[in-house]
């Protein structure tokens, strides 16, 4: 009688053991395809930061309704528009749009320097951690993880500081010339938020996500591992 309770123990460890390397394989499988999604769209971030840096489409003149003989000449006429960190573009009768400034000479619009150096911050850790996923072939994955959890974190949050600096240094001569002297900090007078701004927002939203699921993966790695998995073990003697 007691050898069939032993063998019954013993049946149902091995099923046991079956059953936890299914849900085991089941698992990495799965930490996999997150890890792949993590990293396209660690890489789709990346080029996001280089669309925020270099397109002038922050802010935008709204719709402008007026009649040309309120104004004593063409010069006082509202000039509809748009701006950036770099460039400030005003519409002619032309199809091209006569632009100030551009990103080639790496001299951003004096009042939106520091927006423009936090955002250079941001690009520039974003990309380092679009390079540390070459080392996931030579590093321990969890130390690769948290690296780039920390990288995107920190470059969450120098976009965010720049989103709440550019609003702030509204209030010079360059935006009143589009926008009117109802402009000031915090107060875009006859302009708009535009589509580049709405990007930047956005991106601090996808690195903070980007960075939280980075630290979750790497807390996880340990669990992928087999529990009979010893990594000194072609170090042991013999015996």
Not at 82 to 105: H, Q, R
Not at 148 to 160: I, T, Y
Not at 213 to 235: E, I, S, T, Y
Request: net charge negative.
């Amino acid at each position: 009688m007691l050898t069939f309770w032993a063998l019954l123990n013993c049946i149902m460890q091995l099923e046991s053991q079956e059953v936890a390397k299914l849900y085991q394989t089941e698992f990495i499988r799965n930490a996999r395809a997150v890890g792949v999604l993590w990293a396209v769209c660690t890489l789709c971030f990346a080029v996001i930061e280089v669309v925020i840096l270099i397109q002038p489409s922050w802010v935008a003149t709204g719709e402008l309704h007026f009649r040309p003989e309120q104004f004593k000449s063409p010069e006082q006429m509202p000039q509809s528009g748009y701006f950036g960190l770099y460039e400030i573009c005003i519409e002619t009768d032309w199809m091209v749009p006569e632009c100030k400034g551009s990103l080639a000479s790496l001299s951003p619009i004096p009042a939106f320097k520091t927006a423009a150096v936090f955002i250079c911050m941001s690009l520039v850790m974003v990309w380092i951690s679009v390079g540390c996923l070459v080392l996931f072939r030579f590093c321990n994955s969890a130390t690769i993880y948290k690296v780039c959890a920390w990288l995107q974190l920190s470059a969450g949050f120098c976009l965010a500081v720049a989103c709440l600096v550019f609003p702030d240094s509204l209030d010079t001569p360059e935006v009143h010339t589009l926008c009117g002297n109802g402009v000031g900090s915090f107060s875009l007078g006859r302009c708009s938020v535009h589509w580049a701004f709405v990007l930047a927002i956005l991106g601090v939203l996808d690195a903070f996500i980007l960075s939280t699921l980075a630290f979750v993966l790497g807390n996880r790695q340990d669990a992928l591992l087999p529990q009979d998995f010893n990594p000194h073990a072609k170090d042991l003697p013999e015996t």
